[in-house]
């Protein structure tokens, strides 16, 4: 992406549709016009309207021009500038997380909408960026929060977003598939765990499959439950009497979800879509005494 110098915001904008519109659709373009000029100039889409025939410095557009071609590379805009929005706060994110996703937003929601109590004692399973677990540790009230994963990379990035986000969160770099056993300890147990089969991945972006965590995303096509199946077991003891599961889940299956906590003896077992209309979360009691 060459430029000559005094290059305008107009011209710029343009160029950067030129170029990325072949690649990915308008919408997104446009999308990443927001966030590169949000990011590089500090300007939101009515500053870029009102200050278009603005010249800009040369090291500004060679800034725009790296980001220009690491997006034609399809790394995703989030690791370029490590950072992604997330229940109305700004995570870190490198390639050692996966990129949060609007949906796991929709499950914190659902956590906080239907647990008004305060001192609730929380696991979330899998943390990744931590996305989760600070986001409920800033809207439940006094709640207690521990978050795990098995990647030691994540745990330092999710501590990092709980340090800068100011959220109190214990981390353990712990595997989800080896829970040591405890009793009665959690009112809810949550997880966005790896429950993409791998026979889906040629459904997928190359952009999510060349840039973003293997480990965080995939299962054997043999055993697409197996981290579920683990957690399900685990709260069977690790929930207190009356405690709930919350998970989000592969929508291609709902109904073997349920048959397993259904199994496991969990009451109230609930599947629900997401805003697309997909089957993406379940959540389940733990029968009272």
């Not at 950067?16 to 997104?28: A, F, H, K, Q, T």
């Not at 969160?169 to 959690?186: I, N, R």
């Not at 840039?211 to 043999?222: H, K, N």
Request: charged share 30%.
């Amino acid at each position: 992406m060459n430029e000559s110098q005094s290059t305008t915001i107009e011209q710029s904008v343009r160029k950067i549709r030129s170029v990325l519109r072949p690649m990915y659709p308008d919408g997104e373009v446009e999308g990443f016009i927001r966030i590169i000029f949000r990011h590089v100039l500090h300007y939101e889409p009515v500053d870029i309207l009102l200050r278009k025939d603005t010249v800009l410095p040369d090291f500004i557009v060679d800034k725009i021009n790296k980001v220009v071609s690491e997006l034609q590379e399809r790394r995703p805009i989030q690791y370029v500038f490590n950072e992604a929005r997330f229940h109305g706060h700004d995570f870190y994110v490198d390639e050692s997380v996966l990129i949060p996703r609007p949906e796991t937003e929709e499950l914190v929601d659902m956590i906080v909408d239907e647990n008004r109590s305060s001192d609730l004692s929380v696991l979330d399973a899998g943390t990744g960026s931590g996305c989760i677990a600070v986001s409920l540790a800033l809207a439940l009230k006094f709640a207690e929060i521990t978050a795990i994963d098995i990647s030691e990379a994540a745990i330092g990035v999710a501590r990092m977003n709980a340090e800068r986000l100011k959220a109190k969160v214990g981390f353990l770099c712990q595997d989800m598939l080896d829970m040591p056993a405890v009793s009665g300890k959690y009112d809810i147990i949550v997880s966005n765990p790896p429950y993409v089969a791998e026979g889906e991945k040629k459904e997928m972006d190359g952009n999510v499959l060349d840039y973003e965590p293997g480990a965080a995303l995939f299962v054997p096509d043999d055993d697409p439950l197996r981290y579920y199946r683990a957690l399900s077991d685990y709260g069977k003891s690790a929930l207190k009497y009356g405690g709930r599961l919350y998970f989000e889940i592969n929508s291609r299956f709902p109904d073997e979800m349920k048959a397993l906590l259904e199994g496991d003896g969990y009451e109230n077992v609930e599947l629900r879509r997401d805003m697309q209309g997909l089957w993406r979360f379940v959540r389940a009691c733990k029968r009272k005494e």
